[in-house]
């Protein structure tokens, strides 16, 4: 059996592990948030994090100052009743044919008592300039190891797992379904968003990722019964 470490996970090595089929960019069910309404808190908030992004050259700062100033207040505010946005999350998932372990720069999960139970959301923050690889194949094993450890909670199948990329302040969002999960080789299928720049589209964002939330959520009942 093959150990696959995230960070170094290529897109030809999940081609390998499972049947992937990628639908590519498009307006989708999940991205069409305009009936998602932020409370004047929200507004006030995202409104401060888009001041600390406006003036500033985004694509030259480091990516630890990027993700304290623009990503990670983000993913707090999308936090409601158990869920909760953490970084640096330990991932470790076995797949009857391979495994898979990491850390996620952050998620939103399901958090009990003081522990993140299931994430449903991986963040990878890219890295850029000659250090930058392709975020896509460690995002795919983030999304598989998220779906299976959601599986081993409930033994649903497929499980809906979402991720994102982020490159300095641009967002890209992703719907994954991860299906015949205990099998020798899974079949998952990928959709994604257009690019969201945090800087001029900040609410956008954020409705994304509440309407994420909400879709959860609304698994929960089933989850804790």
Excluded at 43 to 57: C, D, G, P
Excluded at 90 to 112: H, M, R, T
């Amino acid at each position: 059996m093959e150990t696959f470490k995230l960070s170094n996970l290529s897109l030809a090595d999940v081609r390998r592990c499972v049947n992937l089929q990628e639908r590519g960019v498009g307006n989708y069910e999940w991205t069409n948030v305009d009936a998602i309404e932020l409370s004047n808190r929200d507004r006030l908030q995202v409104e401060e994090i888009q001041s600390r992004l406006l003036n500033y050259q985004t694509h030259l700062m480091n990516e630890a100052t990027i993700w304290a100033r623009g990503i990670y207040p983000l993913l707090l505010l999308a936090e409601r009743d158990s869920i909760q946005a953490w970084a640096e999350v330990s991932l470790s998932a076995k797949y009857p044919q391979f495994i898979l372990e990491g850390i996620a720069d952050g998620i939103l999960g399901n958090c009990v008592s003081g522990t993140v139970e299931t994430p449903f959301l991986v963040v990878v923050e890219a890295k850029k300039g000659f250090e930058s690889q392709n975020p896509i194949g460690q995002m795919y094993g983030q999304l598989l190891a998220s779906a299976r450890l959601n599986w081993e909670k409930d033994n649903q199948s497929p499980q809906e797992m979402f991720g994102c990329y982020t490159i300095a302040d641009v967002w890209t969002f992703a719907r994954s379904r991860v299906d015949e999960i205990d099998s020798d080789r899974p079949t998952m299928t990928v959709e994604f968003s257009r690019e969201f720049v945090e800087k001029l589209e900040v609410d956008r964002i954020l409705k994304i990722l509440k309407g994420i939330v909400s879709r959860y959520l609304d698994r929960l009942p089933h989850l804790n019964g």
